[in-house]
């Protein structure tokens, strides 16, 4: 076997050099590209190299001049080249061909897919587009369902809210026709989550009542006790109701009444028409004496009441009133006496002037004649003032008892009921 190398800027040359040194009976080994970049073949010429030449002539002579109807042994040469060149022969697109390392044969790059698709592809990709298709529907009907769920829930909220604010705005009317105020209603109501059910104004009702502070009035009737407040808010009578119903119970041991109003003419007079009639002793502090003194004659009594001047908050000499009750004696209690038919806004100048003394707590008077109650509950809640007794009355010693907040609401819901259906009457003749 006579092996030859060939070498060629590409494989056509490569080839057609191949066909004119050696001739079609050649075969090629193998193929591979430089690094230069040029294509070299290995090919080597098929025959049998122990004949002589003579003898091989020879018989080529005698075969050529012999007929036979077998095929030509060239034949199979030819084939084996042409099957060689479809091996070896690059495409028109030059695509690159790769040599096995170990048995540097040529291994063949897969022809390239024509434009064509498989009908198979064509079936599989149809079915994946109706699969996207039929998903993206799918999506779409969820999310119309996702979206006609929301809006349904949004017109319920907005029901909801609605029906709310109509129960919310309902109750707030009732409530500032009790008289409340703006800031006690807004408290009370963003404490309570109302349902819209008929116990959601009692719900309201007693939760108003847990704002009020109370003081019991059990050990208030023990000790020394003064009553402050403005003229005619019913300081006097209150002492006179306190100091009958001790009488009354007790005896009239131990109970002594005590006045500083000392600017009006003949305003100690009622106090000591009280001690007359009760029994007990009566004492008046002016220039000539002094509060601590008279306190100090009687610190064994089990019952001191004194009662005040009553002057207008803009009085010069309520000065002097307020500096003598800061320098009474520690065990001195000092209660606010506040007239439920004053307006909001005068309870509330008069609850701060007198708090510079250190209230103990206050009475709430005149109910009886109060067309709401609502005002005075809205100070002493904004002022965390505390009730100690409430008097609804001019009676002696009937019309006071100690203050209960829920006997305080009940009776400012009836207080409102009752002016309402007064006035009502009233306006329409009726």
Not at 49 to 75: F, I, N, Q
Not at 235 to 240: A, D, H, R, S
Request: net charge negative; aromatic share 4%.
């Amino acid at each position: 076997m006579q092996i030859r190398r060939f070498r060629a800027p590409d494989m056509r040359q490569a080839i057609r050099k191949v066909r004119d040194a050696v001739g079609p009976d050649a075969v090629i080994l193998s193929n591979q590209r430089l690094p230069t970049g040029e294509i070299e073949i290995v090919a080597a010429l098929d025959y049998d190299g122990s004949l002589p030449s003579s003898m091989s002539s020879k018989r080529s002579s005698s075969s050529s001049s012999r007929p036979d109807t077998s095929v030509d042994p060239s034949a199979n040469y030819l084939e084996r080249i042409e099957r060689a060149k479809q091996q070896t022969t690059l495409p028109q697109n030059d695509a690159p061909s790769y040599t096995s390392p170990r048995q540097n044969s040529q291994i063949e790059m897969p022809p390239l897919p024509e434009d064509k698709e498989d009908p198979a592809v064509e079936e599989a990709l149809s079915v994946k587009n109706s699969d996207n298709a039929k998903q993206l529907q799918d999506m779409e009907r969820e999310l119309k369902s996702v979206r006609a769920m929301l809006e349904q829930h949004q017109q319920n909220d907005n029901r909801s809210s609605a029906k709310e604010s109509s129960v919310e705005t309902r109750a707030r009317e009732k409530l500032k026709g009790l008289g409340l105020s703006e800031f006690v209603v807004s408290r009370l109501m963003d404490d309570i989550d109302l349902k819209g059910r008929e116990d959601d104004w009692n719900r309201l009702l007693a939760h108003l009542a847990d704002y009020i502070p109370i003081r019991s009035g059990s050990n208030e009737l023990r000790g020394c006790i003064a009553f402050m407040g403005p003229t005619g808010v019913g300081k006097t009578t209150t002492i006179g109701k306190i100091a009958a119903q001790h009488v009354l119970k007790h005896g009239s041991e131990g109970v002594v009444l005590i006045t500083t109003d000392t600017y009006r003419i003949a305003a100690h007079e009622q106090l000591r028409t009280f001690g007359r009639i009760l029994n007990v002793p009566v004492e008046v502090v002016n220039e000539y004496s002094d509060l601590n003194e008279v306190l100090a004659k009687y610190a064994h009594y089990s019952l001191v009441l004194v009662d005040t001047a009553g002057m207008n908050p803009r009085d010069s000499n309520l000065e002097r009133q307020l500096l003598m009750m800061k320098r009474a004696r520690a065990s001195l209690k000092k209660l606010l006496v506040l007239p439920c038919t004053s307006q909001r806004q005068v309870l509330k100048t008069v609850t701060e002037i007198y708090s510079q003394v250190q209230l103990d707590g206050c009475v709430l008077s005149k109910l009886d004649e109060s067309a709401s109650l609502g005002e005075a509950i809205s100070v002493v809640i904004e002022e965390g003032l505390p009730v100690v007794y409430i008097a609804d009355g001019q009676r002696i010693p009937d019309d006071i008892e100690p203050a209960r907040a829920h006997n305080l609401i009940s009776r400012a819901v009836y207080t409102a009921e009752h002016y309402s259906q007064l006035y009502g009457s009233l306006k329409y003749g009726s």
